[in-house]
């Protein structure tokens, strides 16, 4: 095992990439600054939010004065039911893609995040996702479900909502998880993520939150400060798979970490999550694929300071100063 205070690498099993671990550099105290949560006691509805219940969105289209979850077809979606154009071989290679998007709200309330409602209400985001995942899998080759959240991760609303894409390719970095995954299956015979998620509980440092279903943990090879990776117990592939207890599960489990989050700093965590499950172009060829979640948080020091993919990250490796293991700490800390 590396030398807890010593510069070392680590091997991302689900990419293939490795991720360079200077924990030297964090010898000095903490000190980081601490910034209220600002939107914690913002309105339940805003004229002006083009998701909250009964305004008009772009384009004129009204929203129901909906309840719990709401889907709506995109307005400004990043792929397009039809293929247009033809493929280009060679040295400049194209390839027309074809696909929908969606959005979904996850709470009439505009001053609620997936943290901040209760139990309940996840569970109906949970179904809305299994639901998404179930209903336009029948029709793509990949589903991808994500949520951007805060204005440092890009977020074009402040309204609790996530997004959707399906699409007739698999996303390189699902098509890369699919090989790494497959290639453990042929190899060991065994899951990855099973594998994963047993040597992760014995080592125990790096889990922060778990229960009969899932396991959330700051992974071995996280790149972000406080990365976590939500992994299923139970033998799923995909969202809709998922028992009714499981979702149940997931709504308590979820709901512990984002309070975690949120209370590692005190402010409205930001972050960008995605879960992946095995493509459902592949149909029933999936027994190496085991359901996750990933929340990459860019937070590094305080509600203020992040952590920026620039200089070596973009030109040679990811880097990290913070261990896996003292974020783990850190996150357990805030959740007791």
Known sequence: MSHPDHPHRRLNRLTGEWVLVSPQRMKRPWQGETKPAASEDGPAHDASCYLCPGNERVGGLRNPHYEGAFVFPNDFPALLDEREGSPRTGLLREEPAAGEARVICYSPDHSATLARIDNAARRKVIEGWCELSRDLGSRWEHVQIFENKGAMMGASSPHPHGQVWAGDFVPTLVAREDAYQKEHRDWHGSVLLEDVLSAEEQDGERVIADNTHWLAVVPHWAAWPFETLVIVRDDVARLEDLSDDARDALAALLGKLLAGYDAL???????????????????????HWRLHAHFYPPLLRSAEIRKHMVGFELMAETQRDLTPEAAAQRLREVMK
């Open 265 to 287: 700093f005190d402010t409205d965590f930001p972050y960008s999550m995605g879960w992946h499950g095995a493509p459902h172009g592949a149909g029933d060829d999936c027994a």
